[in-house]
C-alpha cells in the first residue's frame, strides 16, 4: 500500500529468531529472509473497516540487541480511510513478540 505510514515499534533486548517465531504464531507467513531481517504476510480481507482483518506485511530487521518491527498495509490493498488500526495492530504485536 503506497502513501499510508507504517507503524513502526523497537522491540529492546529481542532476538530475529524468536520475533519472527511469535510473528508465524500470528497468523503471518514467511514471505523473504535475509541476514538481519524477515519479510512476513499476512492474508486477510479484500474489504473491512478494520486493520487487523486486512491483509498486512510486517518487517522485522536487527538492529544490534533490539529488533525493529514494521507493520503496514500489504502491497496490493487499497485503503479509503485510516483510522489509526494500524497503530493498534503493531503494539498488539509489538507485546505478544515481547511477552
Not at 513502526?8 to 504464531?25: F, P, T
Not at 540487541?65 to 494500524?86: K, S
Amino acid at each position: 500500500m503506497f502513501g499510508w505510514k507504517p507503524a513502526v515499534r523497537m522491540l529492546e533486548e529481542a532476538d530475529l529468531e524468536d520475533a519472527s517465531a511469535a510473528m508465524l504464531r500470528q497468523g503471518f507467513v514467511e514471505y523473504d529472509r535475509g541476514d538481519d531481517y524477515v519479510v512476513l504476510r499476512r492474508p486477510g480481507k479484500d474489504m473491512t473497516f478494520r486493520a487487523e482483518k486486512s491483509p498486512q506485511k510486517a518487517v522485522l530487521q536487527q538492529h544490534g540487541d533490539d529488533v525493529e518491527l514494521e507493520v503496514r498495509y500489504d502491497d496490493d490493498v487499497t485503503v479509503v480511510i485510516d483510522t489509526g488500526d494500524l497503530e493498534s495492530v503493531a503494539d498488539r504485536i509489538a507485546r505478544v513478540v515481547s511477552g
